[in-house]
């Protein structure tokens, strides 16, 4: 078995991490199976990942994943990425992620 190309895998390892001093320990196992999952190539970890960094504030962490998966056609990460562009003060940039996001489908674009 190739544990670097099957997902389940890389999702169940996360359960071997241990907490750090976050509020919820959970969340810093779903951080780890995300991160596993980005690092192989999983769009949709990517996007998530990038999402969860967003909102933590941690817009350097975030950008090149939502980058890269807005690079892969998730309109998520698109909007995502607007957002972040926008608190960074790069509004027009934002604007046209949101045309993006909007045009692919994405509610709150």
């Known amino acids: 078995m190739d544990v670097m190309g099957d997902k389940a895998t890389l999702w169940e390892t996360g ?44 817009l350097d962490g975030a950008e090149p994943l939502l980058r890269a998966a807005t690079g892969e056609g998730d309109r998520a990460a698109a909007n995502n990425l607007g957002v972040l562009l926008h ?6 940039e934002a604007a046209g992620w949101w045309r993006v996001a909007a045009v692919a489908g994405s509610a709150p674009a």
């Open 15 to 58: 359960r071997f991490v241990q907490p750090s001093d976050r509020d919820e320990p959970g969340e810093a196992v779903e951080e780890a199976r995300r991160r596993l999952a980005a690092e192989a190539g999983d769009v949709e970890a990517m996007s998530a990942l990038g999402a969860m960094l967003l909102r933590r504030g941690d």
């Open 87 to 92: 608190q960074r003060g790069y509004a027009d």
